[in-house]
């Protein structure tokens, strides 16, 4: 698999499950939109998997998109005590679906795939994460998401 279908599965999968799973519509994020990494103040989120081929997903979503998913996912007001404090687990979850569909996706139905639990990520990997080269950038209801995947058998 090259990087480019990796990157275009992994887009398809995303958009489809963000709107699917909390009314998000999301675009690819030009290069020039992008944020500096130095000053991009962002949450992630990382999901490990093993199976056909072993790795890890990374999601860095712009600070404040966990509660207005949150919000949406539960049909909550974004500005609402719920939504601040199930913000995490909302990523968690849409990572976790990204994943298992992307997987799907990528590499059909028959084969099997054991996922990870989905952790939180320490803020100071997001400026690692934003210099790679295959990151897929998104932008999402006028936020910025931020996708890296690791592959170990190096075609990611």
């Keep these: 698999m090259t990087d480019n ?7 398809k999968v995303a958009g489809r499950v963000l ?3 909390a009314f998000i519509f ?6 020039s939109c992008r944020p500096a990494a130095d000053s991009w103040i962002a949450e992630g989120v990382s999901l490990d998997f093993s199976g056909q081929v072993t ?3 990374h999601m860095w979503a712009a600070d404040g998109f966990a509660r207005y998913a949150a919000a949406n996912m539960l049909g ?3 500005d609402s005590d719920g939504a601040r404090q199930k913000g995490m687990d909302a990523l968690k979850e849409i990572l976790n679906m990204i994943v298992g569909n992307f997987l799907t996706e990528q590499y059909g139905q028959k084969k099997i795939f054991n996922l990870g639990l ?6 100071d990997g997001c ?9 897929l950038w998104l932008e999402a209801e006028g936020n910025v998401i931020m996708f890296v995947i690791a592959i170990k058998d190096g075609k990611a």
């Design 26 to 31: 999301t675009d690819n994020l030009d290069e």
């Design 19 to 21: 709107e699917d799973a």
């Design 55 to 57: 790795g890890e997903l």
């Design 118 to 123: 989905p952790r939180q990520l320490p803020p």
């Design 76 to 78: 909550i007001e974004e």
């Design 5 to 11: 279908a990796i990157k275009e599965t992994l887009a």
């Design 127 to 135: 400026w690692q994460d934003c210099e790679r080269a295959h990151a």
